[in-house]
């Protein structure tokens, strides 16, 4: 009998893949320290549409500055792993005025600005020292600083690290539809977010691209392009399940799409039936 093929949503499928792996991916103290405040971090805006840096802080952009550091990491020298660290560490510490825990070595600053000049100097000081791919890397990073502070060098950055092909590429591409968007160029956000949507292997997630591109749509005024878009990410998402072939719980992403097609269409929104109620062993009733 034939194994039935399980929809396994994307954000599991390199899980599932990891799992063959036997050779543990390598971690330093700046993975640990690093991932665990983009973790927070991307907690406390988790669901809510608010930009950080214009885009650096999305929790969708902050999952990929964590892969990338770690993925990078494995194909980098010592040096120059320990160098982008401590920038990335900087580009999300602390910004108050209340000072960190007695004996924390964590970084803190009084303003987002004074964070973001930092940032800068020590992305730019990587990208000089290193060039290649790293440099690449750190140029991305300034571009995303800069935009809180010059807007419009940033968004020359950004144009022309967007040509280039990758991760960086992307997620270039990526800040800067959100930077179009700020700035009221709806039809060049919407363009890069389409460019963005089309790539195979996109190393951003096709439902954050998709919401961004939906949300672009409704500005727009085209009604029925956003629909389709909130149908298929919140479709796709309720039908999805897990290595158990059980249901998966929606994304953020997912239940905010729900809301948006209800909203906008309340009668195709009804066409995605409702998920089975969930026993305490996670089992849905009636099984």
Do not use: H
Request: no cysteine; aromatic share 8%; charged share 30%.
């Amino acid at each position: 009998m034939a194994r039935k093929k399980r929809n396994i949503p994307e954000q599991f499928r390199a899980g599932e893949k990891k799992v063959t792996e036997k050779k543990p991916a390598y971690r330093d103290e700046f993975q640990t320290k690093v991932g665990k405040r983009i973790e927070d971090f991307g907690t406390k805006f988790e669901g809510k549409s608010k930009n950080i840096l214009y885009g650096l802080a999305a929790v969708a952009v902050l999952a990929v500055l964590i892969l990338i550091f770690f993925s990078w990491n494995r194909r980098s020298n010592a040096q120059a792993q320990t160098a982008l660290g401590k920038a990335i560490e900087t580009t999300v510490a602390q910004v108050g005025d209340s000072p960190g825990p007695a004996g924390s070595t964590e970084k803190t600053f009084k303003t987002e600005r004074e964070r973001a000049d930092a940032a800068i100097a020590e992305f730019q000081a990587v990208a000089d020292k290193f060039g290649g791919e790293v440099g690449d890397k750190a140029k991305y990073f300034v571009a995303v600083n800069k935009l809180k502070i010059d807007r419009p060098t940033a968004v020359q950055e950004l144009e022309t690290l967007a040509q280039k092909s990758g991760e960086i590429g992307t997620l270039s591409k990526f800040a800067l539809a959100q930077a179009k968007t700020d700035a009221g160029d709806l039809e060049g956000a919407a363009g890069l977010y389409q460019t963005l949507a089309g790539l195979e292997n996109p190393i951003l997630s096709k439902d954050t691209i998709n919401f961004e591109l939906a949300k672009i749509y409704e500005k727009q005024g085209k009604k029925d392009e956003a629909v389709n878009l909130y149908f298929n990410i919140v479709k796709a998402a309720s039908e999805a399940k897990d290595l158990d072939d059980k249901p998966v719980p929606l994304s953020e992403t997912a239940k905010t799409a729900k809301e948006k097609l209800t909203q906008l269409n309340p009668e195709k929104a009804k066409e995605i039936p409702e998920p089975a109620p969930v026993m305490p062993t996670g089992m849905p009733f009636g099984m």
